[in-house]
């Protein structure tokens, strides 16, 4: 009798078991815009391919010191800082020094401008040469990027405003780049005295993502490549440590991650805090819509899209300069940062906001606060609002 | 040397089929009936098959399931596996002499492993020796693997990530055991080759002690030159249980290279826990193990490998059903709920005083039907949150397996 009853409950829990749906018992697949990682749509069969393996190597390859790690390093993969594909959390925060103005680095021989501030066992990290000037980098999120890199130069010329003309307290300059020998000119760049946009970064001082790529291989992870094949400890030329296939895949990979989608865009709330961004001049520099041109990718081929940013640097004033520079940007000068995504940044920052260039903010209204010089008059507007305007403005900024 | 042994296997397994067809000649060797076997016993504690008047017992076991998991909703289909299959073999030398040895074929023969070959010299029950590749005895699981023990197709997590179970080395020592009445107590005692410092720059990105299993050369030569040590001591109640108490450590890196120092000596040392027991009035069965693992991480290299780690399991058996099936005397049919808990980087962030996550918490319940003690058929469902360091939200793995576990 009692086996009997085991075996109905048995065969009764099973059932139930059975019956469930397979989202239930497997996990749920989150929402697309909840998450930043995913393709570009509209990816052909060979495209998706390269964008996979691109996935894997940025995503899943780790560097030891029999693959090439270091010896000298802040990183080992591309994903300890990126993870999601998002933003990154004070354990990667990036140390730069060594350029003070726009003359260049006076320390390079001295490891400038990264610091390695890990090392293999047996090496020891760099330190800060006395005298130099530094700055800490929070690594962006990856996300749209390949949308910002098939914009033209013409489109970000356009926007620009280096003399203020408009009177309007915000300028907007470019940040004019030295090309490194490997970079190769598309035709949506122009060139001026030798010297090419930045787009990416910080201080915008990475003209392309290929720029951008070689540059965190060799200066985050100590790996070389043909593109650059300097060793950052020794300072010696050395054999590739990465293939450039595997670079180049990496780059496909971050043109064509798909740009953050919005959330909450038909909130009332949302519409009302997206037009006090407008009204407080906010938009000016967090430039919302931009529309690519003709692409080698159909995915990047003439879309529009919401960034929020200008590409271009704008003066903070004494509260966000940290004393370091890069290219031809002011101490106090900084790309506007996108804004797209943000409202995912605690999604890969450990639950918790670390905002600005270093997450100095903790808060996004920490970081409205933290503005000044040309986002000065913004910052005061923001200043004279409602608690429940100023709810609706930070509501609308995690919308995106 | 591999294929050497696997044709001298295969010429006895081919021996025992046809010895199997005369009973008189084939004996299978009863387990111990004392109830007073322990983890450390395992390695005999196993069906074999003797061979007529040969001075040599021949067993095996193997494992097979097939499973569907999906992480984040994301699956990527229906997969069948063998993870391994295993064939021992033991023989009575002398009087008081006797060797063992186990070899894995692991997923389809794609690794090939001796994990215990141990020539054991009894002197006294209190004191004996043992050499040859043993099987570290730290926590219960390294000793007592066998699949069909288990009721989970998965091996617990931090049994085979903190403690990389199965972990075998060259290495000699003693051990010996004492019972009185209800009591037994046992001790153990190795030095061995140990571990090597892939386990702080290996593909995991993380302190990853199973990375040193990867080198093969730790059977011919100590990658440092200073031994592990192994110890343990275990003490059973007949009515109680099981309990167990152990350590492992010693240098796991090249501290100096043709006499010229490298680098500091760095240690690793785990502590480990296990506790079984089978209560009376249920015959519940529930097994523990808990471990922590500390590492000398230079404070130069990254966080994201730990300096400590910890984790455990508990598993529950509660056979539910026993009686003569499908003419299988006293088959049993158990629920089986399994518990797990790894933390792979025990410690706060120098940059935020945070806690530095990478952990994985798990739980396995199931149903098992055993026609007898050595064959298991399992079906389990298991759902897994891993967390990164930074804590972000877990990605969730769950699925479903199905499979069975026998000795032969």
Partial sequence: MKNNICLILIIIGLSLFMTTSCEDILTQEPEMEDILDGPIDGLSSSESLEFLEGDVAFNEQVFTAETGLGPLFVATSCVSCHAGDGKGHPFTTLTRFGQSDVSGNQFMHLGAPQLQNRALPGYLPEQIPSGASSAKFMPPANTGLGFLAALTDAQILAIADPFDSNNDGISGVPNYITPPSFFSPKWFHQENNGKYIGRFGKKAAAIDLLHQTVNAYNQDMGITSSFSPRDTYSGLDIDPEVSNRTVNNVVFYLRTLKAPLRRNQNDAEVQAGEALFSNLKCAECHKPQWTTPNSDIAGLANKTFYPYTDLLLHDMESGLDDGYTEGQAQTSEWRTPPLWGIGLAKKSQGGQYFLLHDGRARSIEQAILMHGGEALNSKNSYQQLTTGEKQKLVKFIESL | ?408
């Fill in chain 2, 1 to 408: 040397m591999k294929l050497l042994y696997i044709a001298a296997l295969t010429l006895l397994l081919n021996y025992s089929i046809q010895a199997q067809v005369d009973s008189t000649k084939v004996v299978t060797t009863q387990k111990d009936t004392t109830k007073l076997a322990l983890n450390m016993d395992a390695v005999y504690a196993r069906p074999f098959l003797k061979l007529g008047k040969l001075p040599i017992s021949i067993g095996g076991y193997v494992e097979a399931n097939t499973s569907y998991f999906a992480t984040n909703g994301i699956t990527e289909g229906m997969s069948f596996q063998m993870p391994r299959m295993t064939l021992f073999v033991s023989s009575t030398i002398k009087n008081r002499i006797k060797f063992l040895s186990e070899i894995e074929f692991e997923e389809g023969g794609k690794e090939i492993n001796i994990e215990f070959a141990s020539l054991d010299v009894e002197l006294h029950p209190l004191f004996n020796l043992r050499g040859g590749i043993i099987m570290n005895p730290i926590g219960s699981f390294n000793q007592n693997h066998d699949g069909p023990k288990w009721e989970f197709i998965d091996r617990p997590i931090s049994s085979t990530t903190i403690i990389p179970s199965t972990w075998s080395n060259v290495g000699f020592g003693i051990f010996g055991k004492y019972a009185k009445n209800n009591l037994v107590w046992a001790y153990e005692g190795y030095f061995s080759n140990g571990f090597d410092d892939t386990i702080i720059s290996n593909s995991q990105n993380r302190t990853w002690l199973p990375a040193a299993k990867e080198n093969k050369e730790r059977f011919e030569e100590n990658f440092n030159g200073v031994p592990l040590i192994t110890a343990k001591t275990a003490l059973k109640h007949r009515k109680i249980g099981e309990f167990g108490i152990s350590w492992m450590g010693g240098v796991y890196n090249k501290f100096q290279e043709d006499g010229i120092q490298i680098d500091k000596k760095r240690r690793v040392d785990l502590f480990a826990l296990d506790f079984n027991t089978i209560v009376p009035k249920w015959k519940t069965y529930i097994n523990a193990e808990w471990v922590w693992a500390y590492i000398d991480v230079p404070d130069t290299y990254s966080q994201q490998f730990g300096s400590k780690q910890k984790g455990g399991f508990i598993d529950i058996v509660q056979p539910i059903l026993k009686r003569d099936v499908l003419g299988w005397q006293n088959s049993t049919l158990n629920l089986a709920f399994r518990m797990e808990y790894t933390d792979y980087n025990v410690g706060t962030f120098n940059e935020t005083n945070e806690n530095i996550h990478d952990d994985v918490m798990a739980i396995t319940p199931g149903i098992s039907f055993r026609p007898s003690s050595q064959t298991v058929f399992r079906m389990n469902y298991r759902y897994i949150w891993e967390t990164d360091i930074f804590g972000n939200d877990p990605s969730k793995t769950a699925g479903i397996q199905f499979g069975f576990s026998t000795y032969f």
